[in-house]
C-alpha cells in the first residue's frame, strides 16, 4: 500500500552494527506497528504504538527498540544486528477509530534486511 | 498456547479450479479472524474479517467460514486466476497471532 513506506527496501549490514528501519504513513492513522517475517514462521509482532507517546513491547521485543517520532513516523532500530535477525521487516498502521474490534491493519511493502 | 496453524503449507492448481484452504486456531480470548493476502514481495493485503458471531464472509471470489466451536476457518477461492498466485495468511486477534500462511500456485 503506498500510503504506507518503508525505507530501506533492502540492506545489508554486518554483525555489531546499528541500524535503523524507518516507517512512514500518510493515511492518518493513529496507530503503528512493527512485525519481522521469517520463512516458514508467521509474523510476529516486534513493538506497537497506539499513539506518539504510547509505545509497547510485541512478542519479540529483545534486540530492538523502537521511536515514534510523530503520528506518521515509527522507526525501528537494531541496536546491535545479529544474523538471527535477518528477517523481512513490515510496518503496519491501523485506525482505532475506524472499526473497534473489526480494525483492519494496512501493511508497507517490507525492508528485507540480511546480516552478516 | 495461543497458536494458529495453516494447511496446506503450498498448494498448486489449475486456473478455474476452486481451492480451499484450512485455518485452525487456539487463540484466546478470540476477537476476530483475518484472512490476508500476500503477493510475493508486498505486504499483506486484508481480504476478509470476521467476529464471533458471524460464519461467512466473501469478498468477490474469496469466501471465509468461521467455526467459532470447532475454532477452524477456511477460505475457499473460486475460479481461480493467475493473480490469485500469492501466500494467504490467517491472523487471529485478540492477540495478533498469524499463520505461517499457504503458499498458493495457479498454473495456466
Known amino acids: 500500500d503506498a500510503d504506507v513506506t518503508q525505507t530501506p527496501r533492502n540492506r545489508i549490514t554486518k554483525t555489531g552494527k546499528r541500524i535503523m528501519l524507518e516507517c512512514s504513513q500518510t493515511?492518518?492513522?493513529?496507530?503503528m506497528y512493527w512485525y519481522r517475517q521469517d520463512p516458514g514462521l508467521g509474523l510476529r509482532l516486534i513493538y506497537y504504538?497506539?499513539?506518539?507517546?504510547?509505545?509497547n513491547k510485541g512478542e519479540i521485543s529483545d534486540g530492538y527498540s523502537v521511536s515514534r517520532q510523530a503520528q506518521a513516523k515509527f522507526s525501528l532500530s537494531l541496536e546491535s544486528a545479529i544474523p538471527n535477525q535477518t528477517a523481512l521487516y513490515f510496518c503496519?498502521?491501523?485506525?482505532?477509530?475506524?472499526?473497534?474490534?473489526?480494525?483492519?491493519?494496512?501493511f508497507g511493502p517490507g525492508t528485507r534486511l540480511l546480516v552478516l | 498456547k495461543n497458536q494458529v496453524e495453516q494447511s496446506p503449507q503450498s498448494l498448486i492448481i489449475l486456473e478455474g479450479k476452486n481451492c480451499t484452504l484450512q485455518?485452525?486456531?487456539?487463540?484466546?480470548?478470540?476477537?476476530?479472524l483475518r484472512w490476508y493476502k500476500q503477493d510475493t514481495g508486498r505486504g499483506p493485503v486484508s481480504l476478509t474479517i470476521?467476529?464471533?458471531?458471524?460464519n461467512t464472509k466473501s469478498n468477490g471470489r474469496y469466501t471465509a467460514t468461521l467455526d467459532a466451536d470447532t475454532k477452524q476457518s477456511s477460505l475457499h477461492i473460486t475460479a481461480s486466476q493467475l493473480s490469485d498466485s500469492a501466500s494467504y495468511i490467517c491472523?487471529?486477534?485478540?492477540?495478533?497471532?498469524f499463520g505461517a500462511g499457504t503458499r498458493l500456485a495457479v498454473h495456466p
Open positions: 503496519a498502521t491501523s485506525d482505532s477509530a475506524r472499526g473497534g474490534e473489526t480494525e483492519t491493519q494496512y
Open positions: 493515511k492518518g492513522h493513529d496507530r
Open positions: 504504538s497506539f499513539d506518539v507517546k504510547d509505545i
Open positions: 485455518c485452525n486456531y487456539t487463540v484466546s480470548p478470540f476477537s476476530n
Open positions: 470476521m467476529t464471533f458471531s458471524e
Open positions: 491472523v487471529v486477534s485478540s492477540k495478533l497471532i
